[in-house]
């Protein structure tokens, strides 16, 4: 009896995924458990059931990176209706309010909007991952509680209008009303809520609103362009190519990169501070190509983040 083919061992790196609507981030962190043949699978920023687009899963040690990946900027499409709020601030919510919409102006409409671009304190949706005393925010408002969230601060580099048009919601089974839906793109720091910005302008405006569609498009240098479906990665991991974009190439791509000398490899290896010049958290390399840690200024010397090796 012939033994069954053993699996190849799992490599580092990270997996980007275009993650379907109707998933949740840990639904598509327990598929790609399944594909890649190892539990040690995170992911660098929840992406909501409703949402699609860009989700960045670490696998194996490079799970160590995502904790630096989700400092950096990322970029979204989003359609806001104008004109209904919810309590979730998007369509998978209970409408709370209905308020006709039809009359505002376009101007007005790209003028609202205009002002969430630059450095903002935005109150995050109560239905969010936020932890209120070690528990989710969101379970929390499923329990029944009230929850009442600080602001923040987040920055919105550039928020883009590209089309407003009227149409009509029915909420439930009432009369329709009036709304206008608003197709934007957005870059904004880790930790930006596109819901809040689509809720806060329809609170501007005097209308309410909440999101109908987003898509994330970029975390950081990770965009849709390498972004696989679900099923494109399991054929690539059914045809033997793994999926995995290699922790060193992950690396290279996310941060800026020193490549080292032998005797300053073998100084990362121990942990020990380099007398280097880095003007931020920087990738550093053997000179064999090997990644082996990130490491940061401080202090007038180059200083350990985290070690890979």
Known sequence: ?????????????????????????????????????????????????????????????????????????????????LGVA????????????????????????????????????????????????????????????????????????ELVVHEVRRGAHRPGRGDAVEVVDVDISLRCSSGTYVRAIARDAGARLGVGGHLTALRRTAVGPYGLDVARTLEELADEVAAGHGGVLPIADAARAAFPARDLDDRAAADVRVGRSLDLELDATTAVFAPSGEFLALYEPRGGLARPVAVFV
């Open 86 to 157: 919810t309590t979730t601030d998007d369509a998978e919510g209970e409408v709370l309010a209905a308020t006709p919409a039809g009359h505002l102006d376009e101007d007005a409409v790209r003028a609202v909007l205009a002002e969430f671009v630059g450095e903002l304190q935005q109150v995050p949706t109560a239905v969010s991952a936020i932890k209120v005393d070690g528990k989710r925010a969101y379970q929390r408002v499923r329990d029944g509680e009230q929850v009442e969230l600080q602001a923040r601060a987040v920055t919105v580099h």
């Open 1 to 81: 009896m012939t033994a069954p083919a053993a699996r190849p061992a799992v490599r580092p790196g990270l997996v980007v995924v275009d993650k379907p609507g109707g998933m949740t981030s840990h639904d598509v962190v327990s598929r790609v458990r399944r594909l890649v043949g190892t539990r040690k699978v995170g992911h660098a920023g929840t992406l909501d059931p409703m949402a699609t687009g860009v989700l960045v899963l670490g696998v194996d040690r490079a799970t160590r990176l995502l904790g630096h990946l989700m400092l950096t900027d990322k970029g979204y499409d989003a359609t806001v209706r």
